[in-house]
């Protein structure tokens, strides 16, 4: 009995080292984001709605069929 005890107080390691990796992870992007200056938040809001200039769209990359 006192065996089995040693080695699940022993894993417990496992969990708090998980939680540690994955608070840290969390916490450093938190701090990262907040850090944020204000021209970098406004430019990374209008990407999703950026136009695409200079490059080729869809269409026109499409080959074209010999009709």
């Known amino acids: 009995m006192f065996r089995r005890i040693l ?3 022993w894993t417990v390691i496992f969990t708090i080292v998980a939680f540690i990796t994955v608070a ?3 916490l450093t992007m ?3 984001t907040l850090r944020l ?4 938040v406004d430019h990374l ?3 999703p709605f950026a136009e695409d200039t200079g490059k080729a ?3 026109s990359a ?3 069929s010999h009709e």
């Open 7 to 9: 080695i699940e107080d």
């Open 24 to 26: 840290s992870i969390y």
């Open 30 to 32: 938190l701090y990262r």
């Open 37 to 40: 200056r204000r021209p970098q």
């Open 45 to 47: 809001s209008q990407l």
């Open 57 to 59: 769209t869809a269409n």
């Open 62 to 64: 499409a080959p074209k």
